[in-house]
């Protein structure tokens, strides 16, 4: 009798989860299995999409639809990270940072990359890319797999496109390359956004961050080193896509401005750049310039000035005492900045001394640089950077830049002309 019962029950115990299953399921059972998710090189990278267990029909990446990718580049605290939250939360795409993948692999007990890792977020260098680009393919093909196996649940006809944001990569010249061998057509790069910040924001942002941050690189010492692997490594691969027309430059200094409310609203306003609110009566808070003028223009605020405004009588007088080169500007936005405390908040700040004096360096600089080549019979003059002007200033010198140019070119088909000449 005890023999049966023991029989009985190791035969319901076997066949339990069949039945359990075959209850579940009603249709074919779909599932997806990834065999290999180490990153032990590329080509181990392995993965099987079963559709139907019965006929076995196996997917791999070639076979579910081509995803579209944005990668997101900048300086170190740009606010990539914050700008590819918000659009993802607005637009749905999958926000990936490869900075991010890297700093949790570096964090998998045992990985045998963390100290590798390690070693080059400390340094602001770049990790090999067979290491980055194995986790960024990792964590597509995982969001492509669910998109996948959300169809077949819903009995859809096609698999979703899967729309993916990657922050921070390629970040130099090894990143591209690895990403064109590994991934190359597999995915459709539609655009690379590129968030541009003065060098002096990105430090005082990533300093701020390291107050709470808790990351090895928001520190003095590696935020040089990562600014210049931006400038050197990350910038060549901007100019890259630049010639492909992928690059969409975004302004990403944007100052938020203190002011005082004089209503309330106990919400936040969700808006693209970023929450703000709540608005309590005499209580400060920040926002957008635009808010800012909007809630002015209705009698809701008042304005609270930039405290760089301070520094400004300090930098005049600096100034006057430097008549060769600019010095670096209190804010990136300091002209406009000032323009509209002016018109919209009747605030006059004195400094016109100021304002003409930086043109007239800049336009000194400008005229001197190109009147040293022509004089020099110089055809051809490098890179051009103009130290510590803003984009305002910048374009005050934009036609006189463009006539230097056009001028030497002038120049240039004449020597040309000359040299044919004497040929014959
Ligand atoms: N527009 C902004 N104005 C002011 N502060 C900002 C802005 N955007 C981001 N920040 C702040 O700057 C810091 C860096 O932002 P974020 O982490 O998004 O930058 P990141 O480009 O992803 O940086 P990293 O490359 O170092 O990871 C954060 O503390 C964030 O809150
Ligand atoms: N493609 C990448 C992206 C990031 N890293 C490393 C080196 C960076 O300084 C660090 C932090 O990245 P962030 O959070 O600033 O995007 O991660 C890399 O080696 N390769």
């Known amino acids: 009798m005890f023999v049966i019962i023991i029989k009985r029950w190791l035969n319901y115990s076997r066949n339990f989860p069949v039945n359990f299953l075959l209850k579940q399921t009603p249709k074919p059972l779909n599932y997806c299995q990834i065999l290999s998710t180490k990153i032990d090189g590329i080509d181990s990278c392995f993965y099987r999409f079963f559709n139907n267990i019965n006929n076995n029909k196996m997917y791999d990446w070639n076979n579910l639809p081509r995803p579209n990718v944005i990668f997101v580049l900048g300086g170190p605290g740009a606010g990539k990270g914050t700008q590819c939250s918000l659009i993802s939360e607005k637009f749905g795409h999958v926000h990936l940072s490869a900075g991010d993948l890297l700093r949790k692999e570096q964090n998998t007990f045992g990985s045998k990359y963390g100290e590798l890792i390690a070693e080059h977020i400390k340094n602001g260098t770049i990790v090999p890319v067979e290491i980055t680009c194995k986790l960024l393919m990792n964590a597509m093909l995982e969001n492509m797999i669910a998109l996948a196996k959300q169809a077949n649940e819903n009995e859809q006809k096609s698999i979703a496109v899967g729309n993916f ?246 120049l240039r088909r004449n020597v040309l002309l000359a040299s044919n000449r004497k040929h014959y």
Request: aromatic residues 8%.
């Open 165 to 410: 944001l990657i922050d921070g990569f390629p970040r130099n010249q090894d990143n591209l390359d690895g990403w064109r061998k590994f991934v190359g057509d597999k995915v459709n790069v539609e655009l690379v956004l590129v968030l541009e910040c003065p060098e002096q924001i990105y430090l005082e942002r990533c300093l701020k961050r390291g107050q709470h941050s808790g990351r090895a690189d928001d520190n003095p010492e590696s935020m040089k080193k990562r600014l210049d692997t931006h400038l050197n490594q990350t910038m060549p691969i901007v100019n890259y896509y630049e010639k492909l027309n992928l690059v969409k430059r975004i302004d990403a200094s944007h100052d938020l401005i203190e002011i005082v409310p004089t209503f309330r609203y106990d919400r936040q306003l969700n808006l693209i750049t970023g929450d703000f609110g709540p608005f309590r009566p005499s209580v400060p808070v920040k926002v957008p310039m635009w808010l800012a003028i909007n809630l002015h223009r209705q009698n809701k605020c008042s304005i609270i000035s930039p405290t760089w405004i301070n520094d400004l009588p300090k930098l005049q007088d600096a100034q006057a005492q430097e008549m060769n080169r600019l010095l670096p500007p209190p804010n990136e936005h300091w002209r406009e900045t000032l323009k509209l405390l002016e018109q919209e908040f009747g605030r006059s700040i004195q400094c016109s001394e100021l304002i003409e004096r930086r043109e007239a360096i800049l336009k000194k600089s400008v005229h001197e640089l190109f009147r040293e080549a022509y004089d020099k019979n110089q055809m051809f003059i490098g890179d051009v950077t103009l130290d510590n002007a803003t984009s305002a200033e910048l374009i005050l010198v934009k036609e006189m830049i463009a006539k230097g140019f056009k001028r030497l070119q002038e």
